[in-house]
């Protein structure tokens, strides 16, 4: 079966501080992931993802992820948070042989000045 | 470039009455999908459907829930005989045409507030 999952409800972080957004997948297939963020409001936007290639995958606004294919995980990361960083991020997966996307449950990013 | 469109981006309904809910997908994308979102909540699947074609309905509550996808016109995700539950923000996201191994991100919509009075 396919999923996504996002263990943090809710990430804090001070502004200039890394950050990390975790997520782990499970798919039958070669994994299709992506990332997008949400602010209120409005849909989300995408913001990065790995297709096959770099295991680190840079994106939208700073933004990069790391592809671990042994720990099943798609983490998203920023090696300095801004404020107007604060939004919904949802981790999105998608199995090669099929046209369905499956998003996590989203993870809240408050960065604090 | 327009995005997805989606209209209306507010709906007020009372219960039992219909709501119709319409998504443009980007010029040139065949493939749309239906998400609902509850407040704090994430994205759940509803139905993904292609020109005329249901794929995958799977997410779609077996009553009173419809969705199509003609050949000429927006998308409409149908609810009839609303009920408090179904407040929520309904979203649209569309693809482009490809075969199963396209690696296109989906382009959301900025989604329909759905209020059951």
């Known amino acids: 079966a396919q999923s996504v999952a996002q263990p943090e409800d809710q990430v804090n972080v001070a502004e200039g501080n890394p950050l990390t957004v975790k997520c782990t997948y499970s798919?039958?297939?070669?994994?299709?992931l992506f990332w997008y963020v949400q602010y209120p409001n409005r849909g989300l936007q995408f913001l990065l993802k790995?297709?096959?290639?770099?295991?680190l995958v840079k994106g939208s606004y700073g933004f990069e992820a790391e592809f671990n294919k042994s720990q099943t995980s798609f983490h998203l990361k920023k090696p300095s948070a801004l404020v107007s960083d604060s939004a919904l991020y949802f981790c999105?997966?998608?199995?090669?042989?099929?046209?369905?996307?499956?998003f996590g449950s989203g993870t809240k990013l408050n960065v604090k000045p | 470039n327009a995005g997805v469109m989606q209209n209306p981006r507010h709906l007020v309904r009372r219960r039992g009455q219909e709501a119709r809910l319409r998504c443009s997908p980007v010029?040139?994308?065949?493939?749309v999908y239906w998400y609902r979102q509850l407040p704090e909540e994430g994205l759940k699947f509803m139905v993904y459907l292609q020109k005329e074609n249901i794929i995958d309905e799977s997410g779609m509550p077996k009553e009173r829930f419809s969705a199509e996808f003609p050949k000429e016109g927006p998308s409409i995700l149908r609810i009839q005989q609303v009920v408090r539950g179904d407040s929520a923000a309904y979203f649209c996201?569309?693809?482009?045409?490809?075969?199963?191994?396209?690696?296109?991100?989906?382009?959301f919509g900025d989604g329909t507030r759905l209020s059951i009075l």
């Open positions: 798919v039958s297939g070669n994994p299709y």
């Open positions: 010029k040139g994308h065949s493939h």
């Open positions: 999105a997966v998608r199995d090669e042989n099929f046209n369905k996307f499956y």
């Open positions: 996201a569309s693809s482009p045409k490809g075969t199963a191994s396209s690696n296109q991100p989906q382009h």
């Open positions: 790995y297709i096959t290639g770099d295991n």
